[in-house]
Nanobody, 124 residues
Framework: VQLQASGGGLVQAGGSLRLSCAASGGTFSRYTVGWFRQGPGTEREFVAAIRWNGVPLYTDPEKGRFTISRDSAKSTVFLQMNSLKPEDTAVYYC???????????????????WGQGTQVTVSS
């Protein structure tokens, strides 16, 4: 599986963006797909994931603001981000795991395929 992330950009605080992660070359529907982000000088951190069975996972700060969904027919996972804050500024990466389990779905180690990042910049 190869992943292509897109949809980043510059937005004002309070605005919205929808990121897309398009997959090719594999049976995408059986993968858990996650979004991670990395700001300047910070570690790459978990944002959200959707398991192969459609169950979404979020971190507490993003719950209610971000929504992850998947369109299996198009082999694409979306991350709808609303009420964006300047601290959401980061490079966002999508990742897929063929053997991801619930206990490692929020960890980088749970994913074995990574796409390139897409920059999200939120101005105050």
């Amino acid at each position: 599986v190869q992943l292509q992330a897109s949809g980043g950009g510059l937005v004002q605080a309070g605005g919205s963006l929808r990121l897309s992660c398009a997959a090719s070359g594999g049976t995408f529907s059986r993968y858990t797909v996650g979004w991670f982000r990395q700001g300047p000088g910070t570690e790459r951190e978990f944002v959200a994931a959707i398991r192969w069975n459609g169950v979404p996972l979020y971190t507490d700060p993003e719950k209610g603001r971000f929504t992850i969904s998947r369109d299996s027919a198009k082999s694409t996972v979306f991350l709808q981000m609303n009420s964006l804050k300047p601290e959401d500024t980061a490079v966002y990466y999508c990742a897929a795991g063929s053997n991801t389990i619930l206990s490692n779905s929020r960890q980088k180690a749970g994913y074995n395929v990574w796409g390139q990042g897409t920059q999200v910049t939120v101005s105050s």
